[in-house]
Nanobody, 124 residues
Framework: QVQLVESGGGLVQAGESLRLSCAAS????????ITWFRQTPGKERDFVAG????????NYADSVKGRFTISRDYAKNMVYLQMNSLKPEDTAVYYC?????????????????WGQGTQVTVSS
């Protein structure tokens, strides 16, 4: 089992940066793909960025490519999402998610465990 706790959300102005953190616990964390999803009211959770258990090349949604960077620290059991050049359309609740396997989940149905979410609000 994997437990996930997000932090680092907040209110920023357009063009600024935030770094989200996801603290993971559980013996299977190092062998699990991790993904960041985001959700706005009335919509489904959307894939933002993901990284496999082995690290390797991360995957990003087109809307965040070149602005967001996902990384993981195996020693600290942490996953980060560095968000630069934020836009008002990035406003959402961001969720850290662990997949059922070593491969990142690209859709919510492939997620085994969810964090509680952290709000990111970007003002124009």
């Amino acid at each position: 089992q994997v437990q996930l706790v997000e932090s680092g959300g907040g209110l920023v102005q357009a063009g600024e940066s935030l770094r989200l953190s996801c603290a993971a616990s559980g013996r299977t964390f190092s062998t699990t793909g991790i993904t960041w999803f985001r959700q706005t009211p009335g919509k489904e959770r959307d894939f933002v960025a993901g990284i496999n258990s082995s690290g390797g090349t991360p995957n990003y949604a087109d809307s965040v490519k070149g602005r967001f960077t996902i990384s993981r620290d195996y020693a600290k059991n942490m996953v980060y999402l560095q968000m630069n050049s934020l836009k008002p359309e990035d406003t959402a609740v961001y969720y850290c998610a662990a997949s059922w396997s070593a491969v990142m989940a690209t859709l919510p149905r492939y997620v085994a465990y969810w964090g509680q979410g952290t709000q990111v609000t970007v003002s124009s």
